[in-house]
């Protein structure tokens, strides 16, 4: 099942599942198919909540399809981020191609900071470069989400513990990160992470929730990064920068739920982001960086891709760039759906 959410006439996220290219809302569930009527107003989170909204779900769906409940079309629906995460817990160095790259050993154990609420934005929402950064960077990555509490659980038992996953975008900023190739002469970077991973818009989410059961393994998905710049010789056309697949996970999904849960409780909704493959900008050669007019896309196997394009501190692009043309495209759309 894949879990999608848009936003209603209060810009409140609702709930829906999308079936081909038609989104079945929580509404028209509660309509046809018997799903109980308060289940209608729930964002995507609230389903992870109780394991039985979501199995109650599940069977609302299979009933609606059976009635031939057709749902409407996606695009009709203003889109919004799948859902709105409690802790968002992101893993660094955590597949060896990325490792390599970096020319350092692999990690013994998992290296662990954070995101928040704020740096989240939904597929083709603007990525903002903040003033206090000339140096953006893409991060393909799976995203696990949380649907069942974990505390200290073991690597056998942890996927029992997962509702499904997104695909992510690990927006950085890499001159405040302190990454040598990204520094001016006389520039440091803050000695932490906080503001290069964590600024408002550096987590784009989606394209929508996959739930384990239909996406099974997640242990050798190809991952893969896009860019296409703005300006210069490649000025609109689209370049792969990263590939990878999840079986170069340093630490696999079981394996960071159940090291992250050792120390702190996973709730519904939570988030684990869990690394990136080689190819990211700052180890380039040249080192590339996203500029405003840009447009970066990130894509898991079997999930989806999310495309975001970049625009500057004012939220402005070249009118004629890749991401002007984006936004006009996503502003003209949700005007209509509107």
């Not at 919004?80 to 060896?96: D, F, R, T």
Request: proline fraction near 8%; aromatic fraction near 4%.
């Amino acid at each position: 099942m894949r879990l999608v959410a848009h936003l209603d006439d209060l810009d409140l996220p609702v709930a829906g599942v999308l079936v081909g290219d038609r989104v079945l809302t929580l509404e028209l569930l509660a309509e046809h198919a018997g799903l109980r009527e308060e289940l209608a107003f729930l964002d995507p989170r609230g389903l992870l909540v109780e394991d039985d909204d979501l199995v109650e779900t599940r069977a609302a769906l299979a009933r609606a399809l059976t009635n031939g409940v057709a749902g409407v079309p996606a695009t009709s629906l203003r889109p919004a981020p799948p859902l709105e995460p409690g802790k968002i817990i992101c893993v660094g160095q955590n597949y060896a191609s990325h490792v390599r790259e970096q020319g350092l050993p692999l990690p013994t154990r998992p290296m662990l900071f954070a995101k928040f609420a704020n740096a989240v934005v939904g597929d083709r929402d603007p990525v903002i470069r903040p003033a206090t950064t000339h140096a953006l960077d893409l991060e393909a990555e799976l995203a696990i989400v949380i649907g069942r509490r974990a505390r200290r659980v073991s690597p056998a038992r942890a996927l029992e513990h997962v509702a499904g996953y997104m695909t992510a975008n690990d927006i950085s900023a890499r001159d405040l990160q302190g990454s040598p190739p990204a520094l001016r002469e006389g520039e440091r970077g803050d000695g932490q992470w906080l503001r290069a991973k964590g600024s408002d818009t550096f987590l784009p989410l989606g394209p929508w929730l996959v739930t384990a059961d239909e996406l099974g393994d997640p242990g050798d998905l190809r991952v893969r990064g896009f860019h296409t710049p703005g300006a210069g010789p490649s000025a609109g056309q689209e370049v792969q920068v990263q590939d990878g697949r999840t079986s170069d996970m340093v630490f696999g999904v079981a394996d960071l739920i159940a090291f992250i849960s050792a120390s702190i409780t996973l709730e519904p909704g939570d988030l684990v982001i869990t690394g990136t493959p080689s190819g990211v900008g700052v180890f380039r050669t040249p080192p590339v960086f996203l500029v405003p007019g840009d447009v970066v896309r990130v894509e898991v196997e079997r999930i989806g891709s999310v495309t975001n394009p970049v625009l500057d501190a004012d939220g402005q692009a070249p009118a004629d760039s890749p991401a002007g043309r984006l936004l006009a495209e996503r502003v003209g759309g949700r005007d209509a759906a509107g």
